[in-house]
């Protein structure tokens, strides 16, 4: 039994839910980070029906992440409200929670920014350009 539960998949559409949703700690907290499509999920209903969730942004969730399992009333704040108001999180803290990030760049951006700052402070690295535009805009792994 865990404490935090990452399910980083590619499960296919019909083919989760990954973990059972059995024997879930009573404050297990769920990210539920793996690919996101149409009709796939990886978390069981039950436990979204348990849980305090939250996405990262509510109607892409809502769309292709865990969250199309639920109604947009059901749902926690988005992960932005939640750090800027983090006494709603320490409220839910004894029970099952769940993050369901649906690779909004957001994030990446933030995470971006703070190394950047950080190496800044350290003075170390070197600042350049990188630029990536695939072939085909939706397969990134594609060169030109």
Known sequence: MADIICTVTSVGVGEGPVPSGRNLRPHVHVDAIGSDLIGKFEVPRAVLES????????AQALR?????????????PDLMTL??????AA??????????????????????????E???????????????????????????
């Open 83 to 88: 750090c800027a108001e983090p006494e709603t």
């Open 51 to 58: 849980a305090f969730v939250t996405p990262d942004h509510v």
């Open 91 to 116: 409220r839910h803290r004894d029970r099952v929670t769940v993050f369901d990030p649906t690779g909004f760049a957001l994030e990446d951006h933030v995470a971006l920014d703070v190394l950047l």
């Open 64 to 76: 292709e992440g865990e969250c199309q399992q639920s109604e947009a009333g059901d749902l926690g």
């Open 118 to 144: 950080l190496a800044d402070e350290a003075g170390i690295g070197d600042r350049v350009q990188v630029e990536h535009l695939p072939d085909d805009a939706l397969n990134p792994y594609s060169f030109q």
